[in-house]
């Protein structure tokens, strides 16, 4: 197993992780959290609640990484 085939499934596995995270986001388990979201990213989601912008960065970071995964399948096949 050559080095960018590690780096995939390294990377599949954390796309999965991020998406876990995402859905226990949206099922309020960080609901308790106190979590205090920077007032230059406010004007993103108004009247967003703290759960919600660990929903919307653990998807952002899924998306990432499968983007990512594509990136490394593509140069699997061009090498």
């Known amino acids: ?8 499934v390294f990377l ?3 796309a999965v992780a991020s998406g876990y995270m ?4 949206s099922e309020g388990l960080f609901s308790g959290w106190d979590i205090k979201v ?4 406010v004007w993103l989601f ?3 609640k703290p759960e919600d912008w660990i ?8 998306i990432k990484f499968l983007i990512w995964v594509g990136v ?3 140069l ?3 090498i």
């Open 1 to 8: 197993m050559g080095l960018i085939q590690i780096g995939q």
């Open 12 to 14: 599949a596995l954390l």
């Open 22 to 25: 995402a859905y226990l986001a």
């Open 38 to 41: 920077d007032s230059d990213l």
């Open 46 to 48: 108004p009247n967003s």
């Open 55 to 62: 929903f919307y960065f653990s998807i952002g970071l899924a």
């Open 72 to 74: 490394l399948a593509w």
């Open 76 to 78: 699997d096949r061009k």
